[in-house]
């Protein structure tokens, strides 16, 4: 090897220490040149670039680097079992698993392979073989803290919840500060209706991990109950009747969630400025604060339905009690962050689909520069969503991977899940509407758990109340904007909504500020992988060519020209 190339290798080394996935990838670049020597030693510089891509979120480079390492060396175990990982990101789990089971073919003694794979069958809701492959996992390596972890969840949405207890108590010891074993232990044990324990362990995870505590609502709900008491059945009752509300919420939320078998995907409208942010390769779809919407009656057609469903005269109003409790003339700030889209119908409808140019979607929301029409409309495929919403967990497969991986970074997060939105008039239509009969269920459940704390505040002093109506509010607020005026249905809106509340005075982790336009607005970002795949743009946009040949030449997208004839 000559000198020049050694020192390439060693400059390679120092900066994948040191995590420089940007100078990884221009060094092994240079070394790939000038690398002459035998297949197999190339196809590790191959397979340490495609980490460095990975690593980066760039996991279709990643994969052509894996792929380039199998051409070089067939029998090379670890990039199978890299790839797999790279195809996990993307969302194609059978791939991965193909890609894992060639890693344990090659290499049969690989624990973290059999350990990912039941990685991918997890995402694939196949519990059996989640917990086969964990199984085969915790044989090769008893101590492999995120088997056991996997295992748990599996047996958890198997309602096995001693199980799953048992899994996350191995797990816990292994790694006494995986803050997702103790917050999905906690989980088990509330499904157990051991609310003692369960907040114990909610606690704990939000002590081991702030970032939960910022966007797991059950942990949420156990750190802002802390300092209400010490007594352990005291914090027990007071978690049970959060916990019975935060699952009227999800129920509610689930029930609305927008199925795809019927639909092609989602639209967005947007600024070109908007446009070339998004197909920058890096730059993440943003999700504003619901202080921003521009419908001044966002939030209120809850507080409309939930009077419908408190008939009764001793009934509360859900608006005054917890949105109107003290006398503040600020707003209450919301820990809800929104992204608008339209539906399209599928390609079979019979019905020209027309949600994707639409020439009043155009004035109202694709403008540039406050003109209308001027602006661009983003196609979304339906699989950047989720197709079905899990049990309520703890975590994520991701952060259970940062912690196999001992820090490695991954940007891998589960897809958003989307929302329909509904509509006033479709509550209680028609006796016969089954949907609507099953929401009114949960509305229900919902104002009982509701009635239940408002009775609770009663036996609390002011400062302790105000903290207890804060936490129903920002509990609320999970659902409060999926309602809307009839005059709105037209558009067939559908919603992502994340939510990110405030811990111990200080903003969410990930929560960022865009300066312009003015005033500045606070915003979260959807996973780097969410991505468009075509673009129509406005019939006022200029430069038709220039942005078809751009976005070709950038991201292979598909732009066309709005086809309404616009004054």
């Given amino acids: 090897m000559g000198k020049k190339l050694g020192k390439l290798y060693q400059e390679a080394e120092l900066h994948f220490q040191n995590k420089k996935w940007g100078e990884v990838i221009d060094v092994c670049t240079a070394i790939i040149r000038l690398e002459k020597n035998p297949d197999l030693r190339k196809a590790r510089v191959y397979k340490y670039r495609g980490r460095a891509y990975y690593a980066k979120g760039d996991y279709n480079q990643?994969?052509?680097?894996?792929?380039e390492a199998i051409k070089l060396n067939p029998q090379y175990a670890a990039a199978y079992r890299r790839r797999g990982r790279?195809?996990?990101a993307k969302g194609d789990y059978d791939q991965a698993i193909a890609d894992w089971d060639e890693?344990?073919?090659?290499?049969?003694?690989?624990?973290?392979?059999?350990?990912r794979r039941g990685f991918a069958y997890y995402a694939k809701r196949d519990y059996d073989r989640v917990i086969e492959s964990c199984d085969e996992a915790i044989a090769?390596?008893?101590h492999d803290a995120a088997a056991y972890s996997t295992r748990g969840l599996a047996y958890l949405y198997k309602g096995d919840h001693d199980r799953a207890i048992a899994d996350y108590d191995k797990a816990i010891a292994l790694k006494p500060h995986d803050a997702a074993a103790h917050g999905n232990r906690g989980l088990a044990c509330s499904f157990k209706k051991d609310y003692a324990s369960a907040f114990d362990s909610f606690l704990k995870a939000g002590r081991y991990d702030k970032r939960l505590k910022s966007n797991e609502v059950l942990i949420y709900i156990a750190s802002s109950l802390e300092g209400?008491?010490?007594?352990?059945?005291?914090?027990?009752?007071l978690f049970k009747l959060y916990w019975a509300l935060a699952e009227a919420i999800y129920e509610i939320s689930t029930k609305l969630f927008y199925n795809f078998k019927d639909d092609r995907g989602v639209a967005h409208y947007t600024s070109l400025r908007g446009l070339r942010a998004l197909a920058k390769r890096g730059n993440p779809f943003r999700l504003y604060n619901s202080a921003y919407m521009n419908d001044p009656e966002e939030g209120?057609?809850?507080?409309?339905?939930?009077?419908?469903?408190?008939?009764?005269?001793?009934?509360?109003?859900v608006e005054k009690t917890f949105y109107k409790h003290d006398s503040s003339k600020d707003p209450h700030s919301s820990p809800a962050y929104i992204g608008s889209f339209v539906k399209i119908k599928s390609q079979n409808d019979q019905e020209k689909d027309k949600a994707k140019d639409k020439l009043f979607l155009w004035r109202t929301y694709g403008k540039h520069n406050n003109e209308e029409a001027?602006?661009?409309?983003?196609?979304?495929?339906?699989?950047?969503?989720?197709?079905?919403?899990?049990?309520?967990?703890?975590?994520?497969m991701s952060q259970l991977e940062y912690v196999a991986e001992q820090g490695e970074p991954t940007s891998q997060n589960d897809p958003p899940a989307l929302y329909r939105v509904i509509y006033k008039s479709e509550i209680g239509k028609r006796e016969s509407d089954k949907h609507s009969k099953l929401l009114e269920e949960h509305l229900e459940k919902l104002a009982s758990s509701l009635k239940d704390i408002n009775e609770l505040?009663?036996?609390?002093?002011?400062?302790?109340?105000?903290?207890?109506?804060?936490?129903?509010?920002?509990?609320?607020d999970g659902i409060r904007f999926l309602f809307k005026e009839d005059h709105y249905r037209e558009e067939r809106e559908v919603r992502v909504i994340q939510m990110a509340y405030d811990t111990d005075g200080h903003p969410p982790p990930g929560r960022k500020v865009a300066m312009k336009p003015l005033p500045p607005r606070f915003y979260l970002e959807v996973p780097g992988n969410f991505r468009f795949n075509e673009v129509i743009l406005g019939p006022k946009a200029g430069n038709e060519s220039e942005w078809k040949q751009w976005m070709s030449e950038k991201n292979g997208i598909k732009v066309e020209k709005s086809k309404i004839p616009f004054r």
Avoid: W
């Fill in 86 to 88: 790279a195809y996990y």
């Fill in 103 to 115: 890693a344990i073919a090659l290499n049969p003694h690989d624990a973290a392979a059999y350990r």
């Fill in 140 to 142: 090769l390596n008893p």
């Fill in 300 to 317: 209120q057609v809850f507080f409309e339905i939930m009077k419908k469903v408190m008939k009764k005269e001793d009934d509360i109003d």
């Fill in 228 to 237: 209400i008491t010490s007594d352990r059945e005291e914090r027990a009752r």
């Fill in 374 to 396: 001027g602006g661009a409309c983003l196609i979304f495929n339906k699989d950047q969503f989720a197709q079905d919403v899990p049990p309520m967990t703890i975590g994520s």
């Fill in 62 to 67: 990643a994969i052509a680097d894996y792929d």
């Fill in 457 to 476: 505040l009663e036996h609390h002093d002011e400062e302790h109340k105000k903290t207890l109506v804060r936490l129903v509010r920002e509990l609320l």
